[in-house]
C-alpha cells in the first residue's frame, strides 16, 4: 500500500472518502497502533484467540456452525477451522463480526431462530466432546 493513497485517505473529510478495497481497509486497520511492538507479518490479519472463544461458547450452547457460516457469510470449514484454533490470524472483519454475533446470540436461545432441538443437542454434544481429552486407548501399554 503507498503512503501516498494513506495521505490522500487521511486529508479527505470523512463524507468525501472514495470506495476503498475490502483487502486495503483490512490492512490499514489491521495496522498496528502506534506504541506496539513487533512487526505485523500479515496486514488485516488480526489474532483469532478472542473469537474462537466466542465461537466455542456459541457451540456449547448450542448454536450448529452451519447457522453460525450462513449468518457470518463464510463457510462451516472456516468457523470450524477458527473455533478449533486451526486458524491463528482472521481477517479483521470477519473477527469483529463473531464478536459482534456472539454478543447478540449470547443472550438468545437456539429455537428462538428456528434450530431443531436435535440440531442444538449434536452442537452442544460435539463442543463437549471437542473440549474433553482424548481417553487412553485400552491398547496403550500403561507401567
Known amino acids: 500500500m503507498s503512503v501516498t493513497l494513506v495521505r490522500r485517505l487521511l486529508r479527505l473529510p470523512a463524507d468525501q472518502q472514495p470506495p476503498i478495497h475490502r483487502t486495503t481497509?483490512?490492512?490499514?486497520?489491521?495496522?498496528?497502533?502506534?506504541?506496539?511492538?513487533?512487526?505485523?507479518?500479515?496486514p488485516g490479519l488480526v489474532p483469532a484467540t478472542t473469537s474462537a472463544g466466542c465461537l466455542r461458547e456459541l457451540a456449547e450452547r448450542g448454536w450448529p456452525a452451519s447457522f453460525l457460516a450462513a449468518r457470518?457469510?463464510?463457510?462451516?470449514?472456516?468457523?470450524?477451522?477458527?473455533?478449533?484454533?486451526?486458524?491463528?490470524?482472521i481477517a479483521l472483519a470477519l473477527d469483529q463480526a463473531i464478536q459482534h454475533f456472539h454478543r447478540h446470540l449470547v443472550e438468545s436461545i437456539p429455537a428462538e431462530y428456528g434450530i431443531a432441538a436435535h440440531r442444538s443437542r449434536r452442537a452442544t454434544t460435539a463442543a463437549h466432546q471437542r473440549a474433553q481429552p482424548p481417553a487412553p486407548s485400552p491398547h496403550t501399554a500403561t507401567s
Do not use: C, D, F, W
Not at 25 to 42: D, I, N, T, W, Y
Not at 73 to 81: D, V
Open 25 to 42: 481497509a483490512e490492512a490499514v486497520l489491521g495496522v498496528p497502533l502506534a506504541g506496539m511492538s513487533g512487526r505485523l507479518r500479515h
Open 72 to 89: 457470518l457469510g463464510t463457510s462451516t470449514q472456516t468457523i470450524a477451522a477458527v473455533r478449533n484454533g486451526k486458524r491463528p490470524r
